[in-house]
Protein backbone atom coordinates (compact mmCIF):
# COMPACT_ATOMS: atom_id res chain seq x y z
CA UNK A 1 0.00 0.00 0.00
CA UNK A 2 1.18 3.67 -0.50
CA UNK A 3 0.96 5.64 2.04
CA UNK A 4 1.02 9.74 1.74
CA UNK A 5 1.71 11.73 5.14
CA UNK A 6 0.71 15.23 5.41
CA UNK A 7 2.77 16.79 7.84
CA UNK A 8 0.73 20.42 8.76
CA UNK A 9 3.26 21.20 11.29
CA UNK A 10 5.16 24.02 11.05
CA UNK A 11 7.68 22.21 14.38
CA UNK A 12 9.88 19.52 13.01
CA UNK A 13 10.04 18.00 16.70
CA UNK A 14 6.79 18.61 17.93
CA UNK A 15 3.76 16.76 19.47
CA UNK A 16 1.97 16.55 15.83
CA UNK A 17 5.42 15.23 13.78
CA UNK A 18 6.11 12.82 16.64
CA UNK A 19 2.05 11.34 16.44
CA UNK A 20 2.88 11.35 13.26
CA UNK A 21 6.28 9.61 13.49
CA UNK A 22 4.55 6.83 15.53
CA UNK A 23 1.93 6.02 13.12
CA UNK A 24 4.46 5.96 9.98
CA UNK A 25 6.99 3.51 11.97
CA UNK A 26 3.58 1.37 12.45
CA UNK A 27 3.49 1.67 8.28
CA UNK A 28 6.52 1.41 7.50
CA UNK A 29 6.98 -1.85 9.95
CA UNK A 30 3.78 -3.18 7.87
CA UNK A 31 5.72 -3.05 5.12
CA UNK A 32 4.05 0.24 3.22
CA UNK A 33 5.62 2.54 1.26
CA UNK A 34 5.35 5.95 2.97
CA UNK A 35 5.97 9.12 1.60
CA UNK A 36 5.89 12.22 3.62
CA UNK A 37 5.31 16.09 2.80
CA UNK A 38 6.51 18.42 5.56
CA UNK A 39 4.30 21.15 4.01
CA UNK A 40 6.27 23.65 5.93
CA UNK A 41 9.62 22.43 4.39
CA UNK A 42 7.51 23.16 0.64
CA UNK A 43 7.10 26.73 -1.54
CA UNK A 44 3.65 27.06 -2.80
CA UNK A 45 1.30 29.61 -2.83
CA UNK A 46 -2.88 29.56 -1.60
CA UNK A 47 -5.53 28.38 -3.95
CA UNK A 48 -5.85 31.79 -6.69
CA UNK A 49 -9.68 30.87 -6.76
CA UNK A 50 -9.16 31.05 -10.77
CA UNK A 51 -11.24 28.12 -11.46
CA UNK A 52 -8.91 27.09 -14.03
CA UNK A 53 -8.38 23.33 -12.83
CA UNK A 54 -12.58 23.71 -14.02
CA UNK A 55 -11.41 24.30 -17.47
CA UNK A 56 -7.96 22.09 -17.42
CA UNK A 57 -8.68 18.96 -15.01
CA UNK A 58 -5.64 20.02 -12.23
CA UNK A 59 -4.02 22.94 -10.94
CA UNK A 60 -2.60 25.22 -12.91
CA UNK A 61 -0.13 27.10 -10.09
CA UNK A 62 3.39 25.87 -10.95
CA UNK A 63 4.70 24.96 -7.57
CA UNK A 64 5.63 22.67 -5.00
CA UNK A 65 2.27 21.34 -4.58
CA UNK A 66 1.74 19.87 -8.17
CA UNK A 67 3.74 17.33 -6.70
CA UNK A 68 1.89 16.64 -3.81
CA UNK A 69 -1.17 16.34 -5.48
CA UNK A 70 0.08 14.36 -8.19
CA UNK A 71 1.23 12.28 -4.81
CA UNK A 72 -2.54 12.48 -3.20
CA UNK A 73 -3.72 10.83 -6.66
CA UNK A 74 -1.26 7.85 -6.80
CA UNK A 75 -1.62 6.88 -2.92
CA UNK A 76 -4.31 4.43 -1.34
CA UNK A 77 -3.77 6.07 2.37
CA UNK A 78 -3.24 9.56 3.02
CA UNK A 79 -2.35 10.71 6.77
CA UNK A 80 -2.60 14.14 7.01
CA UNK A 81 -1.78 15.83 10.53
CA UNK A 82 -2.16 19.30 12.13
CA UNK A 83 -1.52 21.16 15.30
CA UNK A 84 -4.54 22.96 16.30
CA UNK A 85 -3.61 26.73 16.81
CA UNK A 86 -6.39 29.54 17.83
CA UNK A 87 -9.56 26.94 17.03
CA UNK A 88 -7.96 25.40 14.09
CA UNK A 89 -5.91 23.70 11.42
CA UNK A 90 -2.46 25.40 10.86
CA UNK A 91 -2.75 28.16 7.67
CA UNK A 92 -0.32 26.36 6.05
CA UNK A 93 -2.43 23.27 6.36
CA UNK A 94 -5.52 25.41 5.33
CA UNK A 95 -3.63 26.29 2.48
CA UNK A 96 -3.37 22.79 1.48
CA UNK A 97 -6.92 22.07 1.88
CA UNK A 98 -7.49 24.81 -0.32
CA UNK A 99 -5.35 23.88 -3.11
CA UNK A 100 -6.98 20.23 -2.96
CA UNK A 101 -10.31 22.08 -4.73
CA UNK A 102 -8.41 21.27 -7.59
CA UNK A 103 -9.16 17.72 -7.28
CA UNK A 104 -13.17 18.76 -7.67
CA UNK A 105 -15.06 18.52 -11.34
CA UNK A 106 -18.10 20.92 -11.47
CA UNK A 107 -21.18 19.12 -12.19
CA UNK A 108 -23.64 20.36 -14.48
CA UNK A 109 -26.51 21.71 -12.06
CA UNK A 110 -24.50 22.03 -9.45
CA UNK A 111 -22.25 20.46 -6.82
CA UNK A 112 -19.10 18.61 -6.96
CA UNK A 113 -17.57 15.23 -8.88
CA UNK A 114 -13.96 13.98 -7.11
CA UNK A 115 -11.48 13.59 -9.81
CA UNK A 116 -9.58 10.66 -7.48
CA UNK A 117 -9.91 7.26 -8.14
CA UNK A 118 -12.53 5.08 -6.59
CA UNK A 119 -11.40 3.48 -3.22
CA UNK A 120 -8.73 5.75 -1.56
CA UNK A 121 -8.60 5.93 2.32
CA UNK A 122 -7.96 8.97 4.17
CA UNK A 123 -7.53 9.76 8.48
CA UNK A 124 -6.72 12.89 9.77
CA UNK A 125 -5.26 13.62 13.03
CA UNK A 126 -5.66 16.89 15.00
CA UNK A 127 -3.21 17.64 17.90
CA UNK A 128 -4.06 20.21 20.56
CA UNK A 129 -3.13 20.63 24.32
CA UNK A 130 -6.07 21.40 25.95
CA UNK A 131 -7.13 18.24 27.71
CA UNK A 132 -10.35 19.05 26.64
CA UNK A 133 -9.68 19.40 23.27
CA UNK A 134 -11.31 16.38 21.55
CA UNK A 135 -14.54 18.00 23.10
CA UNK A 136 -14.03 21.61 22.34
CA UNK A 137 -12.74 20.71 19.03
CA UNK A 138 -15.26 18.00 17.57
CA UNK A 139 -16.78 20.36 15.22
CA UNK A 140 -13.24 20.15 12.94
CA UNK A 141 -14.03 16.82 12.66
CA UNK A 142 -16.70 16.95 11.52
CA UNK A 143 -15.91 19.84 8.84
CA UNK A 144 -12.90 16.84 7.44
CA UNK A 145 -15.48 14.52 7.12
CA UNK A 146 -17.64 16.70 4.79
CA UNK A 147 -14.44 17.81 2.92
CA UNK A 148 -12.52 14.27 2.70
CA UNK A 149 -15.68 12.06 2.82
CA UNK A 150 -17.74 14.38 1.05
CA UNK A 151 -16.49 16.25 -1.43
CA UNK A 152 -13.35 13.83 -2.42
CA UNK A 153 -15.21 10.97 -1.96
CA UNK A 154 -13.19 8.50 0.14
CA UNK A 155 -15.45 6.55 1.86
CA UNK A 156 -12.54 4.78 4.20
CA UNK A 157 -12.25 8.32 6.27
CA UNK A 158 -11.29 8.74 9.91
CA UNK A 159 -10.82 12.12 12.07
CA UNK A 160 -9.36 12.18 15.11
CA UNK A 161 -8.11 14.63 17.86
CA UNK A 162 -5.31 14.13 20.06
CA UNK A 163 -6.03 16.12 23.28
CA UNK A 164 -3.91 17.55 25.85
CA UNK A 165 -0.41 17.02 24.98
CA UNK A 166 1.25 20.57 26.24
CA UNK A 167 0.94 18.18 29.80
CA UNK A 168 2.92 15.19 28.20
CA UNK A 169 6.28 14.33 28.47
CA UNK A 170 5.86 12.44 24.94
CA UNK A 171 3.13 11.36 22.60
CA UNK A 172 3.55 7.76 23.49
CA UNK A 173 1.97 9.04 27.07
CA UNK A 174 -1.59 10.02 25.11
CA UNK A 175 -4.27 7.65 25.66
CA UNK A 176 -6.33 8.90 23.03
CA UNK A 177 -3.64 8.05 20.51
CA UNK A 178 -2.84 5.04 21.64
CA UNK A 179 -6.44 3.89 21.16
CA UNK A 180 -6.55 5.92 17.74
CA UNK A 181 -3.20 4.51 16.61
CA UNK A 182 -4.55 0.93 17.17
CA UNK A 183 -7.68 2.01 14.98
CA UNK A 184 -5.33 3.01 12.25
CA UNK A 185 -3.27 0.01 12.40
CA UNK A 186 -6.55 -2.21 11.71
CA UNK A 187 -7.26 0.21 8.37
CA UNK A 188 -3.79 -0.36 7.30
CA UNK A 189 -3.64 -4.12 6.67
Do not use: W
Not at 104 to 117: T, V
Not at 173 to 179: A, I, K, W
Amino acid sequence: MKILAIDGSTRQSGYTAKALDLILDEAEGMGHDVERARLSDLSFEDCRGCRDCHRTGGCVVDDDMGGVLKSVKESDHIIMASPIYMGSETGVFKCFLDRLYSLLSPMEGGGFESRLPPGKAATVMLVCGSPEGHIVYHYLTNRYTSIIKGLLGMEDFNAFIVPGTSKLDSVDDSVTLQQNLETVKERLC
